[in-house]
């Protein structure tokens, strides 16, 4: 049963660091972009919005997860600190991407301040990146400490 909570929360955590990855890397190209070419270019996050389904997973797994590892105590903290970093990208999220969200009506409609805005909205996927990456290594060290350690206990 722990095995299948580990990939699930594995899996779930991953499939976090591929939207906040996209938008990291593609950083650069689009704080080149002119406001009208930027404009144009949010429109491919369109449904994006799914991918909350996967960010809700995560913190239900990797808390359950954190849950079943109490046991070893460093598995469990490496398991929360992931938990931690996720709820850190939510409180990016809600903070200062969400609000450039509602501002533009999703970018379809150009803000006033338009390069403070962006730089609001892209700085934010940057450090939420940062964070889900974090959280991605947190747990997979966890449920390898924890996989060593009742290895080494069998020994």
Known sequence: MLFGLQIAAITSVALCVIPTGAHFFERANK???SPAEYMI???IYAGWAYFGIAVVLALLTTLAHAIAVRRNRIAAVLSFASFVMLMGTQAIFWTWTYPMNVATQNWT???A???AARRQWEDSHAVAAGLAFAALLLLAASALVHSSKKCAARK
């Open 31 to 33: 704080m080149a972009l």
């Open 41 to 43: 270019v949010q429109h």
């Open 109 to 111: 409609k150009m803000p």
């Open 113 to 115: 301040a338009f390069e």
